[in-house]
């Protein structure tokens, strides 16, 4: 294996893909690796960086190639889970809250996810994430006069997501699904970090 491309063969294999001359070829764009990230061109659109566990069916589709899930969990640097499934899901709150780390009482309760009132009052965002009638997971954005949205719980940048927009750090899903770098390289960290809140925020403005 290409020490130079290690990540992008990972990708490739997780998704049952070919890499060819350096790169991941699709219809519409490619996948590539740089500086150790994952990039994908499209003509008229030039690079883009991209989260390879959160956006990865995003840009698999955007090249213009189908995207299939990995079979089962792997393990990156520093023992990071690897996210094995992105799917549309029912999950109840409990599970949701277990998954992403939020077991404290300060922000769980068994019907919702959300800041106290105390730490609420008067400043920034507030909402609830709870269970929709139809089962799919709901984000209530209460104060921000923008009303809310569904997400899919079982897609962490989709969940930080949705943690952030009411005003919670979405930094434990980070540290359970985001980070894939030895944890002792504080450079490795801090460009991870800065990736995921990217990600994220990216998410937020589709």
């Given at each position: 294996m290409n020490k130079g491309n290690k990540n992008l063969r990972q990708f490739a294999d997780r998704h049952g893909l070919q890499v060819e001359r350096h790169s991941i070829?699709?219809?519409?764009?490619?996948?590539?690796?740089?500086?150790?990230?994952?990039?994908?061109?499209?003509?008229?659109?030039?690079?883009?960086?991209?989260?390879?566990?959160?956006?990865?069916?995003?840009?698999?589709?955007?090249?213009g190639l189908q995207f299939t899930a990995p079979a089962e969990p792997v393990k990156g640097d520093g023992g990071?889970?690897?996210?094995?499934?992105?799917r549309e899901m029912e999950m109840t709150m409990t599970e949701?809250?277990?998954?992403?780390?939020?077991?404290s009482s300060k922000y769980f309760h068994s019907y919702c996810i959300h800041k106290s009132r105390r730490?609420?009052?008067?400043?920034?965002?507030?909402?609830?994430?709870?269970?929709?009638e139809n089962g799919q997971m709901t984000c209530s954005l209460t104060r921000s006069g923008i009303g809310g949205f569904e997400f899919d719980p079982s897609n962490p940048i989709e969940a930080a997501g949705a943690v952030d927009a009411i005003g919670l750090d979405h930094s434990c899903i980070w540290r359970r699904y985001g980070r894939e770098v030895d944890s002792r390289d504080q450079e490795a960290?801090?460009?991870?970090?800065?990736?995921?809140?990217?990600?994220?925020?990216?998410?937020?403005?589709?």
């Open positions: 070829r699709g219809p519409h764009g490619e996948i590539f690796e740089a500086y150790g990230r994952l990039f994908y061109f499209q003509p008229g659109t030039g690079r883009h960086k991209f989260h390879r566990i959160g956006e990865a069916k995003q840009v698999i589709e955007k090249i990071a889970l690897l996210i094995a499934t992105i949701f809250a277990e998954k992403y780390g939020f077991k730490q609420a009052k008067g400043c920034g965002r507030w909402g609830y994430i709870l269970e929709g960290v801090s460009a991870s970090q800065h990736e995921w809140s990217l990600a994220v925020h990216s998410y937020l403005r589709t």
